[in-house]
């Protein structure tokens, strides 16, 4: 044991190479592309075992937890069961208030997912499981009036306006929308320049 005026010492090793338990240096694998191969088919061979354990004893756990379940009380049984059925009807219910919120936001909203989103789904249900919609529609009011970019714009699908100024100004001008007459065009023009 050191004693407490005398500096404890490190041994230097050189580089690639670290301490093994026994205190003989230990080359690193990784700096040996050979033995870095070598490394990586053990660790290989050593994960494939595992999975090949994991997959002999998935088949004794699931036998395990029917035993476990076979010995649990009826009462036991009854709550886990009560307790999977609630979370399931939290989410229906859940999901009932969302489409309502949507129904009720199409109305007035460009985007009725993005009410959805902002409102608080669990304040509109009840204790017996029923949807509060005027408490739904004044809350979808007062969100619009927060946010007015949200509201649906009547004016219709927005569409660009086609602007027929635009395009190839070579073909000369052209006052005909017909297809037809335009081919016609064309093609007077490609013969007229092959002469």
Not at 79 to 105: D, G, H, I, W
Not at 116 to 142: E, F, K, P, Q, W
């Amino acid at each position: 044991m050191p004693e407490e005026n005398e500096p404890e010492q490190v041994e230097q090793q050189p580089q690639g190479t670290e301490a093994a338990p026994g205190g003989e240096a230990k080359t690193d694998p990784w700096a040996d592309p050979e033995a870095a191969r070598k490394e990586i088919e053990k660790l290989r061979r050593e994960a494939a075992g595992h999975r090949t354990k994991v997959r002999e004893l998935e088949p004794l756990a699931a036998k395990a937890k029917e035993l476990e379940d076979a010995q649990k009380s009826e009462a036991e049984r009854l709550t886990e069961q009560l307790t999977v059925e609630r979370e399931r009807a939290l989410k229906a219910t859940q999901t009932a208030v969302a489409a309502k919120v949507e129904a009720l936001a199409a109305k007035t909203f460009a985007d009725p997912e993005d009410a959805a989103g902002a409102l608080n789904l669990a304040d509109y249900v009840d204790d017996s499981g029923v949807i509060d919609t005027a408490r739904i529609n004044t809350d979808l009011a007062a969100l619009l009036e927060r946010k007015p970019h949200w509201a649906r714009q009547d004016d219709g699908p927005r569409r660009p306006a086609p602007d027929r100024t635009q395009g190839s100004s070579g073909n000369g001008n052209r006052t005909s929308s017909d297809p037809g007459e335009v081919f016609a065009g064309l093609m007077n023009q490609a013969l007229s320049r092959g002469r």
